[in-house]
């Protein structure tokens, strides 16, 4: 469909051989030509680029009228006469690669709306941009190439890496970002943690949120997530994590290197995630905990005991999946079994 032209004209067309390298595919073999875009494998024209990733769209790939698509070797019969096959290990990581060619990040030229409120003490690099009634705080410094959307709100002292994107309705204060880092819109990261001490007469005070966020190189924040500050110590998210919209990270959480949160998370104070962690969606996490290398939580989880590098959870209590899975078979088989119906013999 045509539609999203509007929205994402792209850079094309461009020689086959710069999107090859893009991807770092060897140019060997591969003819010289253009592409005027990419698309999806069913949309995909003559000149457009697609790829194929899964079995289930065999069908598609052998009816599609794409100029070239991005698959690996053993796929490649299927192509219909025509087609380009373009080899590799990883059509989707290849794919993303070429289609930054043609719909590269956007980044800061130094442009500047009238209505910005910018505090005098403020240090931001000329190439940045600052939209429409966004406000940038006091001895905040905003790096070369960053886009602060309109509306967003950018407070005292947070410090923005190169290339960095907040997006409009985003706001973020007491924080530390490295390069890259995206806030997508209505994202809070940095706001008071969910911390309170009870007195003898029944109340509550609020204990001091004195923390801050530390969000490492290409962290990505999704729509109206979470990120509270630390209460003493820091609030810590890794190089390359990925968090979904609608997550909450409580308040100094630690999560490491390329993690990936999906959407409806939510994850206690002080819990620590090592490396790679995946959780899946509507999970929760229980706060002090810790969960190793590379496990992966899945979807409704509810894990309240820390849990081992590499392994896979499910469920409520969390337990590992071969275990969950075994129980819940055996209750299938018992609902089966009183399920059946019976048959009684004449006297």
């Known amino acids: 469909m045509a539609e999203h032209r509007r929205f994402f004209p792209g850079q094309g067309p461009q020689p086959l051989a710069s999107l090859l390298a893009a991807a770092g595919i060897k140019l060997e073999g591969y003819p010289e030509r253009s592409f005027a875009d990419v698309a999806a494998l069913a949309e995909a024209g003559p000149d457009e680029i697609a790829y194929f990733e899964t079995a289930r769209h065999r069908g598609v790939l052998s009816a599609t009228r794409a100029g070239a698509v991005i698959l690996r070797e053993a796929d490649a019969v299927a192509l219909p006469s025509g087609c380009l096959p373009i080899i590799c290990a990883m059509p989707s990581l290849a794919f993303a690669l070429i289609a930054a060619v043609f719909h590269p990040i956007p980044r800061g030229t130094g442009q500047r709306h009238a209505s910005a409120a910018i505090d005098p003490s403020a240090q931001i690099d000329p190439s940045a941009d600052i939209g429409a009634f966004a406000i940038i705080g006091a001895g905040a410094e905003i790096g070369a190439g960053c886009i602060i959307h309109p509306h967003a709100v950018v407070g005292p002292d947070v410090v923005l890496g190169e290339n960095c994107t907040i997006h409009p309705h985003a706001s973020i204060s007491h924080a530390i970002c490295g390069r890259g880092v995206v806030l997508h819109a209505g994202a809070r990261v940095g706001n008071e943690g969910f911390g309170f001490t009870p007195t003898a007469q ?91 290398d590379r496990a992966r939580i899945g979807a409704q989880a509810g894990v309240m005991r820390d849990v081992e590098p590499g392994a896979d959870m499910l469920g409520s209590p969390a337990r590992p999946a071969r275990v969950k899975m075994r129980e819940i078979a055996t209750v299938q088989r018992l609902a089966a079994a009183a399920l059946k119906p019976t048959t009684k013999k004449d006297n």
Request: one cysteine or more; proline letters at 1%.
């Open 202 to 292: 029944g109340g509550y005070v609020t204990m001091p949120q004195l923390g801050a966020v530390l969000l490492g190189d290409d962290v990505e924040v999704g729509a109206n997530a979470c990120i509270d500050r630390g209460a003493l110590g820091d609030t810590v998210v890794g190089r390359g994590t990925r968090i979904d919209n609608l997550a909450q990270l409580g308040h100094n959480v630690q999560l490491g290197r390329s993690c990936v949160v999906v959407s409806q998370v939510g994850i206690s104070g002080s819990a620590v995630l090592g490396d790679w962690v995946q959780v899946a969606g509507q999970a929760g996490i229980a706060g002090h905990l810790k969960i190793g």
